[in-house]
């Protein structure tokens, strides 16, 4: 077992829907569980683990849902819903700040008043610097979803794996929510996921890993312990790879 004492991954991609950040959903943030990642996030960070995060913005607004409403064409949805990821990236950098964490906010495109445009460099050397680097407004681009963006920035930044924080407990054989009988799965391939079409993460963004040999960690946010615990390397949740992490070398 992989202890804190010895992460198994110096630098990672921490992929926070709009959904898991509203809770129980009573309202858009809760800020509990903004704390709950922040105080987890530190706990790594300490331990010399750079932290990068994608945030989603569905708590907010959801493009793809919001399409066609009142004459809403899909880009312009898209781009409300890319602003919705802006303003979850601010209160999860204020909670992380008010904690003593540094971090900076980077959107892909420009909105210089309240955060750093997207540069690559730039992200690569405040994790170096030991700062938590929050990425907005997914790629930037309209039908590309934010799962699609944190396997982009992943690649980007050489980050080792990405770490989807989700309100399920990882990757099911069946929809849970229809089918009790559900069966949690600890590993699947990348081609498991889209063959067998399971509910995980858009076919883009599976195959932006795949095509990467980037790992996917699928873990419930609202366990006590599984951030520090999935981003020290832990067994928690289901693994997506090409094969077990034990079997790389």
């Given at each position: 077992m992989i202890t804190n004492d010895s992460p198994r991954w110096r630098r990672v991609l921490l992929k926070v829907s709009g959904e898991a950040l509203a809770g129980d959903g009573e309202q858009n943030v809760d800020p509990k569980i903004a704390m709950t990642i922040a105080r987890e996030v530190a706990s790594v960070a300490h331990l010399g683990v750079e932290v990068a995060i994608v945030v989603g913005g569905g708590n907010f607004f959801r493009g793809s849902t919001w399409a066609g409403c009142s004459g809403l064409d899909r880009s312009s949805a898209d781009h409300i819903g890319m602003?919705?990821?802006?303003?979850?990236?601010?209160?999860?950098?204020?909670?992380?700040?008010?904690?003593?964490?540094?971090?900076?906010?980077?959107?892909?495109?420009?909105?210089?008043?309240?955060?750093?445009?997207?540069?690559?460099?730039?992200?690569?050397?405040?994790?170096?610097?030991?700062?938590?680097?929050?990425?907005?407004?997914?790629?930037?681009?309209?039908?590309?979803?934010?799962?699609?963006?944190a396997a982009l920035r992943c690649a980007e930044i050489n980050a080792e794996v990405v770490l989807k924080a989700t309100n399920v407990d990882g990757v099911y054989d069946n929809d849970p929510r229809v089918n009790p009988d559900a069966s949690l799965l600890d590993f699947v391939t990348y081609r498991?996921?889209?063959?067998?079409?399971?509910l995980v993460m858009d076919l883009t963004a599976i195959t932006l890993c795949q095509e990467n040999n980037i790992p996917i960690v699928v873990f419930n946010l609202n366990k006590p312990g599984n951030i520090s615990r999935a981003l020290c390397g832990e067994h928690v949740g289901t693994l997506i790879a090409e094969k077990l992490l034990s079997e790389q070398t």
């Open positions: 602003l919705a990821t802006v303003m979850n990236a601010i209160f999860l950098q204020a909670t992380m700040e008010s904690i003593g964490i540094p971090t900076r906010v980077q959107t892909a495109f420009r909105m210089s008043e309240v955060a750093e445009p997207y540069i690559r460099r730039r992200a690569i050397r405040h994790l170096e610097k030991g700062r938590v680097v929050i990425f907005a407004a997914g790629t930037g681009n309209p039908f590309f979803t934010t799962d699609t963006a498991d996921v889209t063959s067998k079409d399971l």
